[in-house]
């Protein structure tokens, strides 16, 4: 009931930086209700959750991300983004953002929407 597209991602340098962003729309979507996660997966990989951001602000970051990444939520605009700074190969997925069944948007938590996702490409 929710459609999700990202965009913003691309080929850059580590230590370089992007900004991601994922526009919902739905006739019965309510952004505000809803936790937003970003997840990630590079090829024969399983997806992994990166950050999310609850209904209220509260954000969440995976362990591999804290301190480099960033998550925001920007209701006016039914969007959230996805600040990545000091990218590393590592860091290079197709990246993906979802809609969380519940408020929360936690690793653990239900998510009910997915986007088709973004390629990020950090070379070394």
């Known amino acids: 009931q929710v459609q999700l597209v990202e965009s913003g991602g691309g080929l850059v340098q580590a230590g370089g930086s992007l900004r991601l962003s994922c526009v919902a729309s739905?006739?019965?979507?309510?952004?505000?209700?809803?936790?937003m996660g970003w997840f990630r997966q590079a090829p024969g990989k399983e997806r992994d959750f990166v950050a999310g951001?609850?209904?209220?602000?509260?954000?969440t970051y995976a362990d591999s991300v804290k301190g480099r990444f960033t998550i925001s939520r920007d209701s006016a605009k039914n969007t959230i983004y996805l600040q990545m700074n000091s990218l590393q190969p590592e860091d290079t997925a197709v990246y993906s953002c979802?809609?969380?069944?519940?408020?929360?948007?936690?690793?653990?938590?239900?998510?009910?929407?997915w986007g088709q996702g973004t390629q990020v490409t950090v070379s070394s």
């Open positions: 979802a809609a969380s069944s519940t408020a929360a948007a936690g690793p653990e938590t239900l998510y009910h929407s």
């Open positions: 739905g006739r019965t979507f309510i952004f505000s209700y809803h936790g």
């Open positions: 951001v609850n209904w209220s602000g509260g954000t």
